[in-house]
């Protein structure tokens, strides 16, 4: 089960929902929905949802009398939920959902909270954080979309736009990229779960990066060691072959050596090797004269 599956299951678990919140989620899921000879058509591919819707409309309008027709398709099955009768109730009660009706999302953010939950069950989704951080929500009926984008915006989440398809198909599309959005989304609709789960992978992410990040730091940095440790060994040696180690003097000899025997360590490193306490600076410097005398010698 992908993970946007994995929230719309959750999601539609509408046990424990309020009156007010059943009623709120009905109205989201047919508000995504297209409509059909004035009528907004459930249908989907997603038994959990259309489940949901009808035990929602059960729940909110007793009167009505429903069905579900399951058409079997080569890649699986889509049901269709029919209203058999009732349906004055449902548009008196609902309006025609040209626009987000006050009377079905009354209240606070319970209430809105479980409009964009039957929203997002019907046409969103959220990719896998581990993949990337993304949202959307692709409604069937253009013209709703930037009413249901400024109701969003109101309660704190503003989402972006863009179109996709071609000129005849072309849809609006809803969607969040900050996964911090995604995580107050999720959770304002009662995936709390995942929201959370979107923040563990953030963490570790993060954690890894900033691993990634010293140990390519650390690796530059020996890669620094290394060259530096090369030109001195490359000077040394040639004052060696040349004019021999003696030709040194004492505190240089021995600091030729050091490097010569020692040539992974770094200048902190070789210092704890010298029987006379010298710092960094100190043994760079030395380092350096010996540069000079090999270019020196070089130039003769």
Known sequence: MSF?????????DVRALSPQQAEAMLYGIMYASRMDE???LIQ??????????AELLKTVFPGVHTGIVRLVKSAGSLYTLKIRSGWEDVSRRFGDFSGISGEAVSGGDEESGAFLRGVFVSCGSVTDPNKEY????????NSRTPVLMDFIAEHGMPLKETARGGSRSKKTVLYAKESELIEDFLTYIGAANHSMEIMQVKIVKDFRNRVNRSVNCESANLDKTVAASNRSTADIEYIFSTMGA?????????TARLRVENPEMSLSELCGLFPEKISRSGLNHRLKKISKLAEELRGK
């Open 4 to 12: 946007s599956s994995d929230i719309k299951k959750e999601l539609c």
């Open 38 to 40: 004035g009528r907004p």
């Open 246 to 254: 003696d030709w040194l003097s004492p505190e240089l000899r021995e």
């Open 134 to 141: 993304h949202l959307e929500i692709v409604l069937p009926e």
């Open 44 to 53: 989907t591919e997603n038994l959990d949802l259309m489940n949901a819707a």
